[in-house]
């Protein structure tokens, strides 16, 4: 009795902590990214620092059922630093888009003539957008595809190709992340 009173005692106690832990959106993101605020933290974030960051997205990892967990690092990238004391008009986020992640960035119509499926990273994407974040497409992507502009979902832009749009958000002051 006493041992099952004990384990039943450890095992509520460790799942209430781990429920107490657990990461959740927002709140720049509330359909994706989901973060967890670091409290305890020993590195500080700077107050006032512009967070200028440019994603390259090239996979498509998972189902096309699914969101692309491309753009949910994106939305945690938001989401962890305002649950962390960032404001939003800190971060200046831009996602270059090619190789297979350009399929989560089409429009519903495209997405379904190829998916038979709507577009199941339209709402993340237009939060995104919605945060702020730019979209650029890969020109060089979409014409080996036979897709065009009109293809995509409206926030994305497209540039020449993936390789310009980065040398230029780079070189523009923007940190790549990969």
């Known amino acids: 009795m006493f041992v099952r009173t004990a384990c039943t005692l450890f095992f509520a106690f460790f799942a209430s902590s781990v429920l107490a832990q657990a990461p959740a959106t927002g709140p720049y993101v509330d359909s994706g990214g989901p973060a967890f605020e670091v409290a305890d933290r020993d590195v500080p974030l700077r107050k006032g620092h512009k967070y200028r960051v440019v994603f390259e997205a090239t996979e498509y990892p998972g189902e096309v059922t699914d969101a692309n967990r491309e753009f949910t690092i994106v939305a945690r990238f ?29 429009n519903d119509d495209a997405y379904e003539k190829i998916n038979g499926i709507k577009n199941p990273n339209l709402q993340l994407l237009n939060d995104l957008a919605d945060a702020g974040v730019k979209f650029y497409a890969c020109g060089q992507s979409l014409g080996f595809r036979q897709w065009d502009k009109s293809d995509l979902a409206a926030p994305v832009q497209v540039g020449l190709s993936a390789m310009t749009m980065l040398v230029t958000l780079q070189s523009d002051g923007y940190a790549l992340l990969p």
């Open 78 to 106: 938001l989401n962890m630093h305002g649950k962390n004391g960032i404001p939003l008009e800190d971060m200046d986020i831009a996602v270059v888009i090619h190789g297979k992640t350009l399929m989560a960035a089409l």
